[in-house]
Structure formats: structure tokens, C-alpha cells
């Protein structure tokens, strides 16, 4: 069995040789190949971008539980200065949260949500000592989430406390945004 390559047109084409008895002179594009491949690379490649970008901060999206009415998270795990998003299912509604750790040293704690760009369910994401709002691109610092910060397309605050292990978030204030999502 030999190969041979020849010119037709402006593309390469490689012809295979077969045994007797086989069908012979398979013909392969080599330049038709390489754009499939390409084309299929770069439509996973949007497929995936445009999941990111649609579904806020799903990536790391942790689900979280409710004991004895209220949800823990350790806050070990918050302590970074990076939003951590998480999400939290009431009667089939998924309500999304995040918490982050500011500047200032404080656990700021709020909706994935604001009261203006909700119906696109698009939430935030963190930038820098920011959180900004896929939907209208308005930037909030990290620092002034808080039970001030109401109204606007500021993060819509949630209550929590800290017990000096963990932070502390009452399922029923967790409900109470449920009209967000």
C-alpha cells in the first residue's frame, strides 16, 4: 500500500492506495479537514463563552443547604477578597447569592440581583474592589453593599451575621428574594 500526493486545483489532495478486492484511491482534502476542525473549535470555543457570560457566575456556583433554618458557609472559605456566588432552592426557585470579603475587612452579602436589571438574570460578576452588573455594566464597590446600598441597580443586600466561624444566612431572608429570580 502506497501514497501519493498530487495538486488539484488550489488544494492538496492525498490519494491511498488499496489492496485488491478494497475500493481503491480514497480521496482525503487535506485543506477541507483543517477548516472543519477549526470551525468546530471556534463553535465550542462560542459555545462556551456565550454559557459564561449568560449564567452569571455559574462556573463556581456552589448549592447550599438549609439546617435549623439558616445556611453556613465557613467563612474560611469567603475570607479571600474574592465573591463567592452560591445558590439556594426554595420550591423549585433557585435564588442566587454572593458573598465577598471588602477591603475594609468586612463580609458584605447580597442578591445575585438588583431591583432594576433582574428580569434579565444576568447578576454580577467581581472587578477588582467591584462588583459590576452584566446587564447595564454599573460598577459598586464591594465596601458600600450593605443594608444603605437599597434601590437602583445596586446588589440587592441580604442580611447575615457571623457567629466568628461561619457566616450566617436566614433561610427566610434568603426567601424574601425570591422575586428576583
Not at 96 to 109: N, P
Request: one cysteine or more; glycine letters at 12%; hydrophobic letters at 35%.
Amino acid at each position: 500500500m502506497g501514497k501519493k500526493s498530487r495538486a488539484k486545483g488550489n488544494s492538496q489532495v492525498e490519494t491511498i492506495n488499496q489492496p485488491a478486492g478494497e475500493e481503491a484511491n480514497v480521496k482525503v482534502p487535506k485543506k477541507s479537514l483543517k477548516w472543519g476542525i477549526l470551525v468546530v473549535g471556534a463553535l465550542l470555543a462560542g459555545v462556551a463563552t456565550v454559557f459564561a457570560l449568560n449564567f452569571p457566575g455559574m462556573s463556581g456556583v456552589e448549592k447550599v443547604k438549609v439546617v435549623n433554618g439558616v445556611v453556613a458557609i465557613p467563612l474560611a472559605k469567603v475570607s479571600d477578597g474574592s465573591a463567592h456566588f452560591y445558590r439556594y432552592t426554595d420550591g423549585g426557585k433557585e435564588i442566587r447569592f454572593f458573598v465577598v470579603k471588602g477591603s475594609d475587612g468586612q463580609i458584605h452579602t447580597a442578591f445575585d440581583a438588583c431591583d432594576v436589571c433582574f428580569r434579565d438574570k444576568k447578576g454580577y460578576v467581581q472587578d477588582g474592589d467591584s462588583m459590576l452588573c452584566k446587564n447595564c455594566g454599573k460598577k459598586f464597590q464591594t465596601n458600600r453593599i450593605g443594608p444603605h446600598s437599597i434601590g437602583g441597580c445596586n446588589p440587592s443586600y441580604l442580611p447575615a451575621a457571623s457567629d466568628g466561624r461561619n457566616v450566617i444566612v436566614k433561610a427566610s431572608d434568603l426567601q424574601q428574594g425570591t422575586r428576583y429570580f
